[in-house]
Structure formats: structure tokens, C-alpha cells
């Protein structure tokens, strides 16, 4: 998952290309590398191990210009993170290439090619891609259909951005399995990954669909399909600003986007709610027809998508009365499911490109399950285009690597979702109504837990030298205490772990001693007292306990235990407000181990490979 940008302008484009490398760098950033068609027609290369700081300092060193470029943030798959595996990717000093994504077959064509005597300077699956169009040039092809040529020899997921020498105005961009977009400017035009690299520039977006093949300069736009036929592909104006990814006064992404949740929240509501109803035209067009024949629901999701489903499957079974089972998607994909034709297939992501979520989509409709609903914070994604009905985040930019307010809308928007099957399978009109004031009392409530902020920022100091920590929690909450365990190990380092607290006996009180943190969250409901019991397991053995606390649940601070009272709230939404001090504490241990909050090491936020 790595970032791409290119442009093709009357201007230099080099401040373009880094400022969209800044904003791309969530995507990776093991190394960054830019290429340029200089004024005397040569590809001048610049490339730096390391984040996009390390490359500008590198171009203040050895200026470099061109109205013309392509330019890439790396998240390291094939070759470790070095200058020589760094994008973009030449060949003989005539052609460019930057690349995201998987090529399957790049041994078999490195092989061919190293017997055709291309000597390779990387480790990387995309360095064949570049050999592969220089050769079709030399086969007289112009630099459009050697790229088109070059993409049929190529098995797996692609995004590219492709200059040449010998056509100096013109870039080509192709795109199977991974995100692009075409910026249009005004008498120039833009590539990228997302559009948020190139809001500075533009609000205009063209956003090129599989198999798409777009022949751009600073004042043409050719887009042909996978057949080879010329289309339109519409055009779509973004609401965004160009500083919705900036991080105002705070110091990191990931503070700043905890932070907005309760706006997030509200936006995610909003429009989608009437009296006390859900309205079915939320989920898109056709969504009363879909939703009157679901029977069950199967959800698909990775990472921190998967524990919101996860909740979910506790929500629509005890509130709607609906079956739901519950998959990571990358492990959906690849075993032998057996298809249950009136299940709902929902499909969980943020970036709405995640790779095993879109393939185990894919494969889900393939062997006959019923309908699908994408829940994704990208409108334009390739999940949202893939799936019947859409139900859209509204989180904003989301650019910390570890997902907060991605997390919580996600589970808004599955609570809509609740509400609306229950309605069809009996769930009485005043727990709807309930329901829905509890969603909209929801964003008030999310404000409260945040001014307990400086209480975790002082807690946080406990955790400064510890190495492992349990979570616990019991029913939906579990999912949470997941959801905890993998903030912190994310961004701090530390090993934890995630178990529900009545699995403690069952083993991991093994690892309990006072090095042992344990984390437990602990709402006011009918578990509770099965929780305190659990707890008082780990107390009797020299365990360090922090509950986050119904005020009402009556849990006493004491000899290595810490309480932070959590004001009381409905269970029904107990698992989004607990959410919040679980963040905050990661976010604080983070900071005092130093770490890099918001590109924490060996990840990326929009996982587009497999």
C-alpha cells in the first residue's frame, strides 16, 4: 500500500509532488522518490530511505525541476526499505515507473528479461514492470500502448504512473486492484492515490475504474477501458478542503482525530434518522427491497474493521434477534464457505480499498450469498462501487495509521443497521425509538469521557516500562477490549493482548504478576458482577488492575487497583463510549515511550496488497 502521485503542468511540479508524498504518507513510509522530465529531456531520479523529510532534504541539497513527474511513498513488500529499492523505477534512463500494489508473475518475467540482459538494481516485484515497457519501445510502440501491451503480461494488482523521455508531456496511468484518481486542474492534470494528495490543487476527480488505461498531459485526457475502447468516466467535485488533513494545534493526527469524533459521530447520524426511526434510504437506493428479504447477516473485515464488526454480531443478535457471523476477510477468502443465499454480506473498511475485504466481497457473491453493504468512509472506493448498498462513515480524513474515528462510525453506522433489520424481525417500535436517542445522545456522552483525558494522560505513566498487558472485557465489550489491546501494541509496542474475562481460568492467568497490567472495562449491566468476580481472580494474584468504570458499578480503587469512572451510559452503546478511554490511554503511552504515533513502524494505513 503504497502512496502515488504525478503531474503534468506548465509549472514545476516538484512543491506539487512533495506535498502530495506528505499527504500520501500514511500509505508508507519506508522511502520516497520522485522523477522528473527535465528542460534538456531527461529523467532526472531522486530517491531517499526513510520518510518524505528524508527526500526534501535530499532536493534542497541537489535542486531538481520538471513540468512533468511521478512521484511514490513506500510501504516496503518485496526488498527491504533501501535507496535501491525506493520508486520510482528506471530503465536505460528512458523510462519511469511508480507502482502500488502485488505483481504475482515478477520472478518468471525476471527471469525472461535477465536472459534478454536487463540487469536489475532492486529486489522489487515493480522493477520488471519498467523493463517490460522500455523493451515494447524498442519495439517501435509508442509509450500508451507499451504500457497497454506491458499490463497484459502482468498477474496481480496494480496502480502506475509511467513517464518517458522520448514523449516528454505525457504521463500514462493504469490501474487493476488498487486505487488512482486523475486530478483536473486547470491547463494541467494530476495521478494520485487519494484524493486528499491532491486537494491543494484541485477539487475535480476522475476516478479510473479496473482495468482502466488514462493517457494524460497538461491539457489532454484520454481514458480507454480494459477492452481498448475510449470512455467517459465522471467527472466528481470533492468537499473537502485542503486543509481537512492538517492537525490544527494538535500534536499528532491521531490525538487530533480522537478528538472529532463526537462531530464525526453527529455527521454520520445526521439526515439518516427521523423521529425515532432509521430511515432505509441511508443504506442507498433499492435498500427496502434488500433489506425486507435479509435473514441473517455475514460480516467480512480485517483488522480494527473486524472488531466493529465483532460488536456488531453481539448487537444484532440481542437486539434485532438476527443470526450474524463474523470473518476476517482474509481468511473468508480462502477457505471453503458455504453460502447462505438471504444472508446480508457486509462488507467493513475505512479506505473501502482494502485488499482481502474487496477479494472476500468478490468471492462472497461469487458462491451465491445474498446481497451486499459496504461500510466505508470513501465514497468513490471500489468497495462502495462493488457492493449493492453503501452506508457511508463520514469520518473525514482519517491519517493516524491507527484507526480511532474510523473505529467508532463504523460501529454508528452498524447500530443504524441494527435498527433497521430489528424493525423487520420484531423488535418492538419503543426499543427503535430508544435506540435511536441513545445514538443521538451519543455525541454529548463522547465529550464527557473526552475530559477525562489528563486522568489517562496520568495513568498512562504507569505503563512507561512495562512490555506485555492483558485487556479484558465480557459480551460486546470484548470486541473493545480487542480493540484496546490492538491501539496499544500498535503505536506503542507493547505486547498485549485481548481476552474475554471469563477465559482468565482458562489460562492466561498464567502470565498474571504485578509486571502484568491488566486493563478491564467495566459498564453497569448485567455482566458486571460475572466481571468483578473475574477481576478479584487477578487481584488474589498480585495483578495490576485499571477498570474503566460505570460510576454506578460500585468498583473501589484500592491496593493495585486503579479505577477512572466512566459517566453511567446504556448498555446498548456502552461498547463506542468505552471505546474512547482505551484510545486515550494508547495515544499517552505511545508518547512517553517515544514512539512514532502516527506512522508507527512496519505499517500503513490503506492496506491495498494481499
Known amino acids: 500500500m503504497c502512496g502515488i502521485i504525478g503531474a503534468?503542468?506548465?509549472?514545476?511540479?516538484?512543491?506539487?509532488?512533495?506535498?502530495?508524498?506528505?499527504?500520501?504518507?500514511?500509505?508508507?513510509?519506508?522511502?520516497?522518490?520522485?522523477?522528473?522530465?527535465?528542460?534538456?529531456?531527461?529523467?532526472?531520479?531522486?530517491?531517499?530511505?526513510?520518510?518524505?523529510?528524508?527526500?526534501?532534504?535530499?532536493?534542497?541539497?541537489?535542486?531538481?525541476?520538471?513540468?512533468?513527474?511521478?512521484?511514490?511513498?513506500?510501504?516496503?513488500?518485496?526488498?527491504?526499505?533501501?535507496?535501491?529499492?525506493?520508486?520510482?523505477?528506471?530503465?536505460?534512463?528512458?523510462?519511469?515507473?511508480?507502482?502500488?500494489?502485488?505483481?504475482?508473475?515478477?520472478?518468471?518475467?525476471?527471469?525472461?528479461?535477465?536472459?534478454?540482459?536487463?540487469?536489475?538494481?532492486?529486489?522489487?516485484?515493480?522493477?520488471?514492470?519498467?523493463?517490460?515497457?522500455?523493451?515494447?519501445?524498442?519495439?517501435?510502440?509508442?509509450?500508451?500502448?507499451?504500457?497497454?501491451?506491458?499490463?497484459?503480461?502482468?498477474?496481480?494488482?496494480?496502480?502506475?504512473?509511467?513517464?518517458?523521455?522520448?514523449?516528454?508531456?505525457?504521463?500514462?496511468?493504469?490501474?487493476?486492484?488498487?486505487?488512482?484518481?486523475?486530478?483536473?486542474?486547470?491547463?494541467?492534470?494530476?495521478?494520485?492515490?487519494?484524493?486528499?494528495?491532491?486537494?491543494?490543487?484541485?477539487?475535480?476527480?476522475?476516478?479510473?475504474?479496473?482495468?482502466?488505461?488514462?493517457?494524460?498531459?497538461?491539457?489532454?485526457?484520454?481514458?480507454?477501458?480494459?477492452?481498448?475502447?475510449?470512455?467517459?468516466?465522471?467527472?466528481?467535485?470533492?468537499?473537502?478542503?485542503?486543509?481537512a488533513a492538517d492537525r490544527g494545534k494538535y500534536r499528532h493526527y491521531m490525538l487530533k482525530e480522537i478528538f472529532e469524533q463526537p462531530r464525526a459521530i453527529a455527521e454520520t447520524i445526521e439526515g439518516r434518522i427521523s423521529g425515532g426511526s432509521v430511515l432505509?434510504?441511508?443504506?442507498?437506493?433499492?435498500?427496502?427491497?434488500?433489506?425486507?428479504?435479509?435473514?441473517?447477516?455475514?460480516?467480512?473485515?480485517?483488522?480494527?474493521?473486524?472488531?466493529?464488526?465483532?460488536?456488531?454480531?453481539y448487537w444484532l443478535e440481542s437486539l434485532a434477534g438476527v443470526p450474524c457471523s463474523v470473518e476476517i476477510a482474509s481468511e473468508f477468502r480462502y477457505r471453503h464457505a458455504v453460502a447462505r443465499r438471504n444472508s446480508l454480506v457486509v462488507a467493513i473498511s475505512q479506505s473501502g480499498e482494502t485488499a482481502d475485504t474487496l477479494a472476500a466481497l468478490e468471492e462472497a457473491k461469487k458462491i451465491g450469498f445474498g446481497h451486499s453493504l459496504a461500510i466505508c468512509n470513501v465514497s468513490e472506493s471500489s468497495m462502495v462501487r462493488e457492493a449493492d448498498l453503501a452506508l457511508m462513515t463520514r469520518a473525514g480524513p482519517e491519517i493516524g495509521v491507527a484507526s480511532t474515528k474510523a473505529f467508532t462510525t463504523q460501529?454508528?453506522?452498524?447500530?443504524?443497521?441494527?435498527?433497521?433489520?430489528?424493525?423487520?424481525?420484531?423488535?418492538?417500535?419503543?426499543?427503535?425509538?430508544?435506540?435511536?436517542?441513545?445514538?443521538?445522545?451519543?455525541?454529548?456522552?463522547?465529550?464527557?469521557?473526552?475530559?477525562?483525558?489528563?486522568?489517562?494522560?496520568?495513568?498512562a505513566e504507569f505503563f512507561a516500562n512495562k512490555e506485555n498487558a492483558l485487556f479484558l472485557g465480557r459480551g460486546a465489550q470484548y470486541p473493545v477490549a480487542m480493540e484496546g489491546a490492538l491501539k496499544l501494541k500498535e503505536i506503542s509496542y507493547i505486547h498485549a493482548e485481548a481476552y474475554p474475562a471469563g477465559e482468565l481460568k482458562h489460562g492466561p492467568l498464567a502470565l498474571v504478576d504485578s509486571e502484568m497490567p491488566i486493563i478491564a472495562v467495566a459498564p453497569n449491566n448485567e455482566l458486571l458482577e460475572k466481571l468483578k468476580s473475574n477481576l478479584q481472580e487477578v487481584r488474589a494474584r498480585g495483578g495490576e488492575l485499571i477498570v474503566f468504570a460505570d460510576e454506578q458499578a460500585n468498583i473501589k480503587a484500592g491496593d493495585n487497583v486503579r479505577v477512572i469512572t466512566v459517566a453511567s451510559t446504556d448498555d446498548a452503546i456502552a461498547p463506542i463510549v468505552y471505546t474512547l478511554p482505551l484510545q486515550l490511554l494508547s495515544y499517552y503511552v505511545a508518547v512517553l515511550k517515544g514512539t512514532d504515533v502516527d506512522q508507527p513502524r512496519n505499517l500503513a494505513k490503506s492496506v491495498t496488497v494481499e
Open 8 to 243: 503534468a503542468a506548465e509549472r514545476d511540479v516538484v512543491p506539487i509532488l512533495l506535498e502530495g508524498l506528505r499527504r500520501l504518507e500514511y500509505r508508507g513510509y519506508d522511502s520516497a522518490g520522485l522523477a522528473l522530465i527535465d528542460d534538456s529531456n531527461k529523467i532526472d531520479r531522486v530517491r531517499a530511505v526513510g520518510k518524505v523529510a528524508a527526500l526534501e532534504k535530499e532536493i534542497n541539497q541537489k535542486p531538481v525541476s520538471g513540468k512533468t513527474g511521478i512521484a511514490h511513498t513506500r510501504w516496503a513488500t518485496h526488498g527491504k526499505p533501501s535507496q535501491a529499492n525506493a520508486h520510482p523505477h528506471v530503465c536505460k534512463k528512458k523510462v519511469a515507473v511508480v507502482h502500488n500494489g502485488i505483481i504475482e508473475n515478477h520472478e518468471l518475467l525476471r527471469k525472461t528479461q535477465s536472459e534478454d540482459g536487463h540487469a536489475f538494481t532492486s529486489e522489487t516485484d515493480t522493477e520488471v514492470i519498467v523493463h517490460q515497457i522500455y523493451d515494447y519501445q524498442q519495439q517501435g510502440k509508442d509509450l500508451l500502448e507499451a504500457v497497454r501491451l506491458t499490463t497484459n503480461d502482468l498477474h496481480g494488482a496494480y496502480a502506475l504512473g509511467v513517464i518517458s523521455n522520448q514523449e516528454n508531456h505525457r504521463i500514462i496511468a493504469a490501474r487493476r486492484g488498487s486505487p488512482l484518481v486523475i486530478g483536473v486542474g486547470i491547463g494541467e492534470h494530476f495521478i494520485a492515490s487519494d484524493v486528499a494528495a491532491l486537494l491543494p490543487v484541485t477539487q475535480r476527480f476522475i476516478f479510473l475504474e479496473d482495468g482502466d488505461i488514462a493517457d494524460i498531459s497538461r491539457d489532454s485526457l484520454i481514458i480507454y477501458d480494459e477492452n481498448g475502447d475510449v470512455v467517459d468516466r465522471p467527472l466528481k467535485v470533492s468537499e473537502l478542503s485542503a486543509d
Open 280 to 313: 432505509d434510504e441511508s443504506f442507498g437506493h433499492g435498500a427496502k427491497e434488500i433489506l425486507d428479504g435479509v435473514k441473517g447477516v455475514h460480516i467480512i473485515a480485517c483488522g480494527t474493521s473486524y472488531h466493529a464488526g465483532a460488536v456488531a454480531k
Open 411 to 459: 460501529l454508528v453506522a452498524l447500530m443504524l443497521l441494527v435498527i433497521a433489520l430489528g424493525k423487520r424481525n420484531g423488535m418492538a417500535a419503543q426499543t427503535e425509538i430508544n435506540l435511536v436517542e441513545q445514538l443521538r445522545s451519543l455525541p454529548a456522552r463522547i465529550e464527557d469521557v473526552l475530559q477525562l483525558s489528563d486522568e489517562i494522560k496520568s495513568l
